[in-house]
Antibody, heavy 117, light 107 residues
Framework: EVQLMQSGAEVKKPGESLKISCQGSGYKFTSYWIGWVRQMPGKGLEWMGI????????RYNPSFQGQVTISADKSTSTAYLQWSSLKASDTAIYYC??????????WGQGTLVTVSS | EIVMTQSPATLSVSPGERATLSCRASQTVNINLAWFQQKPGQAPRLLISGASTRATGIPARFSGSGSGTEFTLTISSLQSEDFAVYFCQQYNNWPYTFGQGTKLEIK
């Protein structure tokens, strides 16, 4: 069974750093693009970036370029999304999804990130 | 960036009736169009990819059509569990983009 398991909810202060994770199981992790999607409170969905774990080829949405870093560790079948300095406007639910170049067939359960002083 | 526009924003339909949701792209996306269902507190669930191919486990009452810039999701006979928000998404050009969503509510 294909599963994407995301790390738990986080509460951070502005300016702090954060790295959240998405671990894939039940399939060959290196064979599918994985992407990250932001959903701000009560809002729609936005692709932030995607990564191909086999060679770490990464593409960022220009709206998020320079704001976040996406990476992957083949040895643990885990993709990551990280911030070096969080802002209040980063408060959102973040989802990872598999096979994004074909629409995104399996999704993680989401990670709620709250940034508040 | 390709802009995806969904209509209507809210659709009120009675159980057992048909629902038709629309999605328009600002430029052609060929058939690289997916539909998702999202319920409160849940992750989006893929319903349709390739504009018309149902994802694994999706009931036959869900169907998708269209190509180029105009797409439709039809739910033939609404069940109680179908009332949710529906998003279309293009994956023809990066960055991939979603529509703003259609809320399907019980009439």
């Amino acid at each position: 069974e294909v599963q994407l398991m995301q790390s738990g909810a986080e509460v951070k202060k502005p300016g702090e750093s954060l790295k959240i994770s998405c671990q894939g199981s039940g399939y060959k992790f290196t064979s599918y693009w994985i992407g990250w999607v932001r959903q701000m409170p009560g809002k729609g969905l936005e692709w932030m970036g995607i990564i191909y774990p086999s060679d770490s080829d990464t593409r960022y949405n220009p709206s998020f370029q320079g704001q976040v870093t996406i990476s992957a560790d083949k040895s643990t079948s885990t993709a990551y999304l990280q911030w070096s300095s969080l802002k209040a406007s980063d408060t959102a639910i973040y989802y990872c999804a598999r096979n994004v170049v074909a629409g995104g067939d399996y999704w993680g359960q989401g990670t709620l990130v709250t940034v508040s002083s | 960036e390709i802009v995806m526009t969904q209509s209507p924003a809210t659709l009120s339909v009675s159980p057992g009736e048909r629902a038709t949701l629309s999605c328009r792209a600002s430029q052609t996306v060929n058939i690289n169009l997916a539909w998702f269902q999202q319920k409160p507190g849940q992750a989006p669930r893929l319903l349709i990819s390739g504009a018309s191919t149902r994802a694994t486990g999706i009931p036959a009452r869900f169907s998708g059509s269209g190509s180029g810039t105009e797409f439709t999701l039809t739910i033939s006979s609404l069940q109680s569990e179908d009332f949710a928000v529906y998003f279309c998404q293009q994956y023809n050009n990066w960055p991939y983009t979603f529509g703003q969503g259609t809320k399907l509510e019980i009439k």
